[in-house]
């Protein structure tokens, strides 16, 4: 209790100076509560507005991938060069050091394997470990057009409640079923429909063709996926034109951590999305950080 003896009669009031009531930084979230922009600004930078979010969570349907034997050798020196680590509960308990100050986007759906059909995952992972686990979002993934659509949209839309009750932004992740085309028509509709049913960002692809009108139509931010390796120039190119193209960021793995030289290649991914640099120029700095390794 404190001592309440003696206290100093409170005097300055600031009459003249109006409380602000500034909006929130973020594309569609100024509705949100305090707890979700607290966690949500600390995954989208607040000077940029943008992240650069290291995915790690293949190995919830593809086992140990390319890169990803050994996240306690090959990742964590990654960690502290990008914004966000993406991870499944699995691997964030057994390797990540918990002091780490980054924030964590936990993977909090599965229940299929590259052997089996890839659209039939469900909730895996209950909202109490992601709070316990101190999250900052919880992804998604949701598989518009494909055979288990509706099961994987009303996931996300259960996870969507509960991140509400607890005030925990959720990802929705759109998964493309081989069988889908993936163009600008294809990249909307499952973005807008994520978005509509609550999720407060969205993962996809970046697409050549019309990714403007994709997130132009979607009211919530949009990181895209890197998707298979390109070549560094190639990665640091899709980066750039996805970010003047209306992304607020990048969810990138295998052109990360598989690249030759994986810390040089993330800080180049940063120039591009926090200082808004070229892809010639971060593949030049890529190359001089890379040969300052070699
Ligand atoms: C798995 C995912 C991955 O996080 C996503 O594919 C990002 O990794 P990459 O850049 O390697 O595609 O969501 O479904």
């Given at each position: 209790m404190a001592d309440i003896d003696g206290l100093n009669a409170p005097k300055e009031f600031y009459t003249d100076i109006p409380q602000k009531s500034e909006s929130f930084?973020?594309?569609?979230?100024?509705?949100?509560d305090w707890g979700m922009k607290n966690r949500l600004s600390r995954i989208f930078n607040?000077?940029?507005?943008?992240t650069v979010m290291l995915a790690?969570?293949?190995?919830?349907?593809?086992?140990?991938t390319a890169g990803l034997e050994r996240i306690d050798v090959n990742i964590l020196p990654l960690i502290p060069y990008a914004d966000t680590l993406m991870i499944t509960r699995g691997a964030l308990r057994t390797?990540?050091?918990?002091?780490?100050?980054k924030a964590i986007v936990l993977r909090v759906t599965g229940g299929a394997s590259i052997l089996t059909e890839l659209s039939n995952e469900d909730l895996a992972v209950d909202i109490e470990d992601a709070l316990r686990l101190n999250v900052c979002a919880m992804a998604v993934q949701v598989y518009v057009g494909s055979e288990h659509e509706h099961q994987t949209i009303l996931s996300m839309t259960r996870m969507v409640d509960m991140g509400l009750r607890y005030g925990m932004p959720t990802l929705a992740v759109t998964a493309v079923g081989k069988e889908m085309v993936r163009d600008a028509k294809y990249f909307r509709l499952a973005t807008r429909i994520c978005a509509e049913l609550g999720a407060q960002y969205v993962k996809t692809y970046y697409i050549s063709e019309g990714f403007e009108t994709v997130t132009a139509s979607c009211p919530v931010p949009i990181v895209i996926a890197g998707g298979k390796k390109l070549s560094e120039i190639d990665a640091l190119t899709m980066a750039y034109r996805a970010i003047q193209e209306g992304a607020a960021g990048v969810d990138m793995g295998r052109n990360i951590f598989q690249s030759v030289a994986p810390v040089a290649m993330l800080k180049a991914v940063r120039a591009i999305v926090?200082?808004?640099?070229?892809p010639e120029k971060a593949f030049e700095l890529y190359k001089t950080l890379k040969n300052e390794k070699d």
């Open positions: 930084y973020l594309k569609g979230s100024n509705s949100l607040p000077v940029s507005g943008k790690v969570d293949h190995g919830y349907f593809l086992g140990p390797m990540v050091p918990p002091d780490t100050q926090h200082d808004n640099e070229t």
